[in-house]
């Protein structure tokens, strides 16, 4: 039995999706599983929250192997986890970390995503940690702004980053969920590009047809965004985010993607393409659209700054 945690999210439900074809049994984890969608596979669905150490000891009752998100900027979900994956007997966890890890940036969320890796090598089981840069779908973010007024508005508007394309990091989780050799190993997982924000705009509204306007946020702007949504200290460690990423931090490529799936990482127009319709109000942008993503029309301001 493997099991799959944040399957109410991006990169859970990818991940089940694809576990699908390899026939084995999978448990979905999730604070609330109404939440997980209907078209999400899986042999069984089980209710746990990382704050609660005797719910995740029953939901890791029988698992051979664990996919692992945590989302929390200080909580210890990942300790708890790990430590009832190891009373469990669990052999096998994947975690899925980020590629700022590796940066030369000490904010406070960088510095908790190098803690739980420590945690994660130091627990008596064998891991993979998977190291993704910014996701392309974080540009749904853009989508509400797009289909009301063909405007995306982000801080930075020409700092480089390489967006990955969360369908491949679930490719490379489920061969680590899956094949011994992937033990004790950690992955870099980059886009096949350097891009902008500026640039995804431009590839946003050639797809759809139309000029889309990309506004530069100023400092302020960001700011009280954020603001609305994250506590002071958060804010401050996205905002420093954003400032290596200006500086050109996140520029670098790499070949883990293609090395470990053999096959080139998906474009962001390759991405785009896929999930058109999120950005479109057109109804022959509305049909035959990729079901293997984030399917909510969602357009919460300001993800693009989660990147990593
Ligand atoms: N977005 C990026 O660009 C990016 C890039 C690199 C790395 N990452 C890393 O990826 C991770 C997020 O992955 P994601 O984007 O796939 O997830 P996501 O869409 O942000 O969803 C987070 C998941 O975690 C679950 N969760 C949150 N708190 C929980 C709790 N207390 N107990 C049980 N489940 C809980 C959520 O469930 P509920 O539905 O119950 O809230 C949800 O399913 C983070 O660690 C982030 O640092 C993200």
Do not use: C
Request: charged letters at 25%; zero cysteines; hydrophobic letters at 40%.
């Amino acid at each position: 039995m493997i099991l799959v945690t944040g399957a109410t999210g991006v990169t859970g439900a990818l991940v089940a999706r694809r576990l699908a074809a390899h026939r084995v049994p999978v448990r979905l984890m999730a604070r609330d599983p109404r939440r997980v969608g209907a078209d999400v596979p899986r042999t069984e669905t089980v209710t746990a929250d990382y704050a609660d150490p005797p719910a995740l000891r029953r939901a890791l009752r029988g698992v051979h192997a664990a996919f692992l998100v945590t989302n929390h900027p200080t909580a210890p979900h990942d300790a708890h986890f790990l430590g009832a994956a190891a009373a469990e007997g669990v052999g096998h966890v994947v975690k899925l970390s980020a590629a700022a890890v590796a940066d030369d940036t000490d904010d406070l969320l960088t510095r908790r995503q190098r803690e739980i890796e420590e945690e994660v090598r130091a627990a008596p089981l064998s891991w993979t940690l998977l190291r993704p840069r910014a996701f392309m779908s974080n540009t749904l973010a853009w989508a509400a702004g797009i289909r009301a007024k063909e405007t995306v508005g982000a801080l930075y508007g020409d700092a480089p980053n390489t967006p990955v394309d969360p369908r491949d990091v679930a490719s490379v989780a489920v061969r680590a969920l899956t094949r011994p050799e992937h033990r004790g190993k950690t992955y870099t997982l980059v886009g096949p590009q350097t891009l902008t924000a500026r640039q995804q705009t431009a590839i946003l509204g050639e797809l759809l047809g139309t000029p889309v306007e990309f506004r530069e946020r100023t400092r302020q702007e960001e700011t009280a965004a954020l603001a609305r949504r994250h506590p002071p200290h958060v804010v401050a460690a996205l905002l420093q985010r954003a400032d290596l990423q200006a500086a050109g931090n996140k520029r670098r490529t790499g070949d883990d993607l293609e090395r470990l799936t053999g096959h080139r990482p998906h474009s962001y127009r390759d991405w785009a393409s896929d999930h058109l319709h999120h950005f479109s109000n057109r109804p022959d942008n509305q049909d035959g659209h990729s079901q293997d993503g984030r399917n909510s029309r969602d357009g919460e301001d300001g993800r693009q700054s989660m990147t990593a």
